[in-house]
């Protein structure tokens, strides 16, 4: 059994910054990429970074250079930076993580989401 849990959210004023935090624990045998997303009310749930196993980032376009992924493998954990934060971005944030697991091959898992709320 595999558990993303999610951390960081909360309301911050335009202009502000957040971290999000993403933490995978069980029987992991390896971590391939992991990403966030998020969900905008009334839309779709749209990319928005992945990072891999070493390092190698990508981001959605709109995000560069206000948003920055990374992980610590060790921890197994994604973090998600983001800075001059808009209210446009208020979205829940999902993480996502391909992950092996004992007995199993590669599969996708998902965090639980988090609210961030960005005031005007």
């Known amino acids: 059994q595999v558990q993303l849990v999610q951390s960081g959210g909360g309301l911050v004023q335009s202009g502000g910054s957040l971290r999000l935090s993403c933490a995978a624990s069980g029987s992991i045998v390896a971590i391939n990429d992991m990403a966030w997303y998020r969900q905008r009310p009334g839309r779709q749930r749209e990319f928005v970074a992945r990072?891999?196993?070493?390092?190698?980032?990508n981001l959605a376009e709109s995000m560069k250079g206000r948003f920055a992924i990374s992980r610590d493998n060790s921890e197994k954990t994604v973090y998600l930076q983001m800075f001059s934060l808009e209210p446009e971005d208020t979205a829940v944030y999902y993480c996502?993580?391909?992950?092996?697991?004992?007995?199993?091959?590669?599969?996708?898992?998902w965090g639980q989401g988090t609210q961030v709320n960005i005031s005007t």
């Open positions: 990072v891999q196993h070493s390092g190698a980032a």
């Open positions: 996502n993580a391909n992950i092996r697991t004992v007995g199993r091959g590669y599969e996708n898992y």
